[in-house]
């Protein structure tokens, strides 16, 4: 399972595929991920067929946020870049890997391309993470759903060793063909679908009756096509509006 949380480390340096190297500090990365997981992964958050600049005034490997369109210098989150994708890639056991995966600021960083600079690097190598293990125990993609957890009193919501793709404070979401709480199929076949499969799941992780924040959110997610954007942005809209007292009596907008 390593190699599917270190086939994109070129990425979070800056190059391209034809400029990826085999190692990293002796460490083996960029290496084809089996049984088709990534392409399958890619194919869930961007467009088949030769790739196209959509913001031309952001041709950078860097993420553009979706929230609120500014993106975070590396200064502001990280001292080494180098340093920090060593200790992420470097972990062996893999579901230490996968939980070091889930809670990385870094890889949050970098899209999957520069052509398609809403989507998200880190989001995108947890999707392949979670098809690569669904697909090693015979799950065909058309068996996956994407199944929604919430907080039970334990430290973290429930998190499935590589089939989790998202955590927040209150809830987890994961790709899976053995869901648990409410969960939707995905899909016949790998598309652009997040808003379709979300807007199918019998109920949302969170109370879109209480705060408007909420309502926010879960309209969004309707509206966003790609998996590793939709992802990340439940990612900062969490971390933005939190889950706590001081949340709940926010002036903000979104209140």
Excluded at 39 to 44: C, E, F, R, S, V
Excluded at 76 to 98: E, S, W
Excluded at 117 to 133: E, G, N, Q
């Amino acid at each position: 399972m390593t190699v599917a949380y270190r086939h994109d480390v070129h990425k979070l340096r800056g190059r391209t595929h034809a400029g990826a190297a085999s190692e990293f500090r002796g460490i083996p990365v960029n290496q084809d991920v089996p049984l088709y997981a990534d392409a399958d992964a890619a194919l869930l958050s961007r467009p088949r067929g030769e790739p196209e600049q959509t913001v031309p005034a952001h041709d950078s490997p860097r993420r553009l946020p979706l929230l609120d369109g500014e993106v975070t210098a590396l200064e502001a989150v990280v001292g080494d870049i180098g340093d920090a994708i060593f200790d992420l890639v470097r972990i062996d056991d893999p579901a230490a890997l996968h939980r070091a995966w889930l809670d990385a600021s870094v890889p949050a960083l970098f899209s999957e391309s520069r052509y398609y600079p809403f989507t998200s690097a880190k989001y995108h190598t947890l999707l392949v993470a979670a098809l690569l293990d669904n697909y090693r125990a015979v799950s065909p993609f058309g068996d996956v759903y994407l199944s929604v957890s919430t907080h039970a009193g334990e430290a973290d919501p429930r998190i499935v060793p590589h089939r989790t793709v998202l955590t927040t404070a209150s809830f987890a979401l994961h790709v899976t063909a053995d869901p648990v709480g409410p969960a939707a199929r995905i899909g016949s076949r790998p598309t652009q679908c997040f808003g379709d499969v979300w807007a199918r799941l019998p109920a949302v992780p969170f109370d879109v009756d209480a705060r408007r924040c909420w309502r926010v959110l879960d309209g969004q997610l309707r509206r966003l096509r790609s998996w590793s954007t939709a992802l990340q942005y439940i990612e900062a809209f969490c971390n933005t509006v939190g889950h706590d007292d001081a949340a709940a009596t926010s002036t903000r907008w979104w209140a």
